[in-house]
């Protein structure tokens, strides 16, 4: 089945200790991205990968990393979580990257919800 | 980006016809017209999109207006199942990103 994976689902942690949320899709996408939704502010793009070692940033970046090492992953990665990074956390990929179509559809995965203590 | 207006809300019955619409008063002769829903606890999941004719598919149907700066999205028969929010996004260019607004809370009561 076609989908984008994340792990894990929910997680809660404290202030300052280094997390990572995986996302794998396996649909041989050359884009990728990270969103995060708030109350209130709908969903904000936070990174996006456009190919492997190809990475960007979105309209939120601060306090978050990314890679792009092979195709199927991009993994988000928290250095230092603080108690604002609490959100509702969303990968998704799309079959486009640099030969970008307007047509192109991005397709989600189920979500992690952090909770930073 | 060019900005798209839809109603915070919207209620239905099970079963009947339901009308969402978007406006898009600026929207470019190259942006297409994308539809994503959120069912509760999920991520956003793609629609239906389009240019300039009017589109079908299995989930909905999307008609354009002659001028292009509205649209609305048409589920043909509600179920309990298309209680969601509903977003219209415009996409064109360069525009890698999906810009979400706020969208459309669509309630179905059975």
């Known amino acids: 089945e076609a989908q984008v994976t994340q792990n894990p689902r929910y997680l809660i942690t404290v202030t300052g200790k280094k997390l990572t949320v995986t996302c794998s899709q396996n649909m041989n996408h050359e884009y990728m991205s990270w969103y995060r939704q708030d109350p209130g502010l709908g969903l904000r793009q936070i990174y996006y990968?456009?190919?492997?070692?190809?990475?960007d940033k979105g309209d939120v970046p601060e306090g978050y990393k990314v890679s792009r090492k092979e195709k199927r992953n991009f993994p988000l990665i928290l250095e230092s979580p603080s108690p604002n990074q609490t959100s509702l956390y969303f990968c998704?990929?799309?079959?486009?990257?640099?030969?970008?179509?307007?047509?192109?559809?991005?397709?989600f995965g189920p979500g992690t919800r952090l909770t930073v203590l | 980006d060019a900005k798209t207006t839809q109603p915070n809300s919207m209620e239905s019955n099970e079963e009947e016809p339901v009308h969402l619409p978007c406006n898009h008063s600026t929207i470019s002769g190259t942006d297409y017209i994308h539809w994503y829903r959120q069912l509760p606890s999920q991520g956003p999941e793609y629609v239906i999109h389009g240019l300039t004719s009017n589109v079908n598919n299995r989930m909905a149907s999307l008609a354009i207006a002659e001028d292009r700066k509205s649209s609305t999205l048409i589920l043909h028969r509600a179920t309990l199942r298309d209680a969601a929010v509903y977003y219209c996004i415009l996409r064109g260019g360069s525009n890698y990103k999906l810009t979400f607004g706020k969208g459309t809370l669509l309630t179905v009561n059975p």
């Open positions: 998704a990929s799309s079959p486009s990257g640099l030969a970008f179509s307007s047509t192109d559809t991005q397709y």
């Open positions: 990968s456009m190919n492997v070692e190809v990475t």
